[in-house]
């Protein structure tokens, strides 16, 4: 993989983060790579890699030693989802599912009973997590949500529909958010609950080796201990958390995008047309130059953001912006490289198809490129309006 | 059980080598442990632990010789798990295999380990010579490209197997001894040391640094040494001239039949 141009201390701080890159990138090229192609194919999950992952530490990599994790920053988070996604952005897409979207939001909202009974289970992948917020009828709006849950002696009764949920069919437990008189509530359902169900796979079209389905809530039982926060405090939950997954959505677009460079740099040099590599047309060069300032643009502004936030330190348009940008900057890199590869690059054989299905996922999921530019507005206003 | 572990930092060698002007250009490199020197280190953590309950006996202790960002390999073998480190201070253009070897000399002088377990080999100048040299300044028994090391149950010998053209040969070498490692090192089963439990299988290949190791590394102890504080001096008596890729193959040909195939073999490359 070509490394970057920029400061290495920027997407490398410390000794750690470059031992960290240096053991998840091996990791990736013996244990990811080789699987990718298959499960991006069947369009299922590997759940017995997810247990490496979780061997190797890097489920509770922003988890505090104390409680199992490696208590790194987000900026670790970002190389991992970066280091993983050079090789298999749908395997990282239901990583980031379950070590962010469970693992690190329920530790950062819950009390330590309920890290006791849940942490040590998720952050080895022994038990696989994932959080539901979307609704069929409420995904950006995410305040008209129509789940809810009403107290009924020890158990909170949630009833409603998640959609689009990453990991629902193998998950063993999912944080959910209802309303407790209209109040958005963080609570934690396990897949054997009462009145609990999952939806067949839902189909897509990249991301395949994640897998997704709908929640069907109907008289769940949900024990009182369950309930994260306190009734009301799930959008507090969300938005803790939303900064570093965002995060890692941007370093997935950031891996995808190294991976399509890569790809097209070696195509260009070796492919001949018209007598010489193909490298040597100023057309393709447009790509192969355009690709790499995006590659370095990207790069730059997801480390910058990433060394601002923390569970106490929140930077959300920085956040926004990275994933905005990020989104759409790999899924014009990996245009890029499909164009570059000609019939090949539309083929399957240079996995280009892939990486060009799986990076459109970012401009959506997560948030779509519309509500980052809702919120970046929303939060640049304030600072101008008196 | 203490074992000295020389490791080297080596370019990575799954990039492409770049030359320029008769020299490797390592401008733009990323260093990593040599392979084989990888190998040497999880044969020493296998040697000197209980894989079963993951508890450690005895000491792993790595070394490198090399210039100020070498400390950054000798860091990842504490994550994988050695327990110290020293980083004896030296410019590669100052050093060749008989230099490296004194200074090991040296440091073993210091450490008086049980055993000095290295690769067979570093994967950029290949010469396999350190541990030869080493275990000759030392005089102590050598067992080289070592595929499974077993300890004697007193922990006073072990018995080396390694793979040669007739087979198998079987070498048992009384501590303290210089054994250099093959790939075959870090097989399921290779070795064997009394404490795990014969049964226990290893995943195949080095252990991955975990998270957890990465963090513990920068508390475990690094000793910073010169060679002048071990004593040593010396320029290098090999002096590398320039550096050129090997010709590139002629393209290959496909023959029709075994007759033609004999005819050439006979007639164009002189072979038969
Ligand atoms: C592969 C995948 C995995 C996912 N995983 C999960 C998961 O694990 N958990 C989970 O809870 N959800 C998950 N989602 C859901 C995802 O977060 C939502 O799809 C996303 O938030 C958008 O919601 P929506 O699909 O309902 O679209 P809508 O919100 O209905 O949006 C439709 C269109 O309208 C635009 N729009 C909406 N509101 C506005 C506005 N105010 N201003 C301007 N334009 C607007 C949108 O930008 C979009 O273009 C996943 C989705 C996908 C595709």
């Known amino acids: 993989m070509l490394s970057t141009t920029l400061n290495p201390k920027l997407v490398n701080p410390t000794e750690e983060h470059e031992m960290l890159r240096q053991t998840v990138r091996e990791f990736t090229r013996k244990e990811i790579e080789p699987q990718a192609e298959e499960y991006d194919r069947k369009g299922i999950l590997n759940t017995e890699l997810l247990r490496k992952v979780g061997d190797l530490g890097l489920i509770g990599i922003t988890i505090p030693e104390e409680f199992g994790g490696a208590g790194m920053d987000s900026t670790a988070a970002v190389i991992a989802h970066e280091e993983m996604c050079f090789s298999d952005p749908g395997f990282t897409l239901a990583y980031l599912a379950h070590a962010l979207l469970f693992v690190n939001n329920l530790f950062y909202a819950a009390n330590d009973d309920q890290r006791k009974r849940y942490i040590p289970k998720t952050i080895t992948g022994e038990w696989i997590g994932a959080m539901g917020m979307t609704e069929p009828s409420a995904g950006t709006d995410v305040l008209g949500m129509g789940t809810v849950a009403v107290k009924r002696g020890d158990n909170y009764i949630l009833n409603g529909r998640k959609i689009f949920i990453t990991n629902a069919p193998e998950a063993n437990v999912f944080l959910v958010y209802a309303k407790v008189d209209g109040r ?203 | 059980m203490k074992i000295l572990v020389p490791v080297k930092r080596v370019p990575d060698p799954e990039l492409k080598a770049n030359i320029k002007d008769g020299k490797l250009d390592l401008s733009g490199a990323q260093w990593v442990v040599n392979t084989f020197d990888e190998y040497a280190v999880e044969a020493a953590l296998r040697l000197t632990e209980n894989a079963d309950e993951g508890s450690r006996d005895g000491e792993v202790v790595v070394v490198t010789i090399g210039p100020d960002d070498a400390a950054v390999q000798l860091r ?101 001894a210089v054994v250099t490692v093959d790939l075959r090192i870090v097989s399921p089963t290779s070795i064997t040391n009394g404490i795990t439990p014969e049964s226990h299988e290893y995943a195949d290949g080095p252990r991955y640094a975990s998270l957890k190791g990465i963090m513990k590394a920068k508390k475990k102890p690094m000793d910073n040494k010169t060679m002048a504080d071990l004593g040593v001096s010396g320029s290098p008596v090999v002096k590398e001239l320039e550096v050129t890729l090997p010709e590139a193959r002629a393209a290959g040909q496909i023959v029709e039949s075994v007759e033609e195939l004999v005819k050439k073999l006979s007639e164009e490359a002189k072979a038969l």
Do not use: W
């Open chain 1, 184 to 386: 958005i509530t963080s609570f934690i359902v396990e897949s054997t609950f009462k009145g609990f169900s999952v939806s067949e796979k839902i189909q897509k079209m990249g991301m395949r080796a994640s897998t997704m389905a709908e929640l069907i809530l109907e008289d769940v039982e949900v024990p009182a201990e369950n309930l994260v926060g306190r009734e009301g405090g799930g959008i507090t939950n969300m938005m803790r958390n939303l900064e570093i997954e965002r995060l890692g959505l941007a370093a997935m677009s950031l891996g995808m995008a190294n991976r399509c460079l890569d790809v097209m740099l070696r195509y260009s040099n070796e492919r001949q047309a018209f007598g010489k590599p193909i490298a040597e047309f100023g057309q393709v060069q447009s790509h192969i130059g355009e690709s790499f300032a995006k590659i370095e643009a990207m790069r730059g502004l997801i480390y910058g953001a990433a060394s601002t936030i923390g569970p106490d330190h929140r930077n959300r348009p920085a956040s926004d912006a990275a994933k905005l940008f990020a989104g759409r900057a790999a899924k014009e890199v990996a245009d890029s490289a499909m164009q570059v590869l000609g019939g090949y690059g539309y083929c399957n054989e240079y996995r280009v198809e892939q990486f060009l299905r799986d990076a459109k996922l970012i401009e959506i999921g997560g948030g779509t490129n519309e509500a980052h530019q809702k919120n970046i507005t929303r939060d640049l206003c304030k600072l101008v309006q008196v």
């Open chain 2, 76 to 176: 990842s073998c504490l994550a994988m798990g050695a327990d110290r480190a020293i980083h004896v201070a030296s410019e590669d253009a100052n050093l060749d295999s008989l230099l490296v070897a004194k200074t090991l000399k040296a440091v073993y002088d210091e450490e008086k380990p049980d055993m000095v377990l290295l690769g067979k080999q570093a994967v950029d100048g290949d010469t396999n010579q350190v541990g030869q040299m080493l275990a000759a300044l030392l005089n102590l028994p050598q067992a080289t490209f070592a595929a499974s090391i077993e300890l004697a149950d007193d922990g006073k010998a072990c018995v080396v197997s390694r793979e040669v053209d007739a087979g198998v040969e079987f070498k048992k070498l009384p501590l303290p």
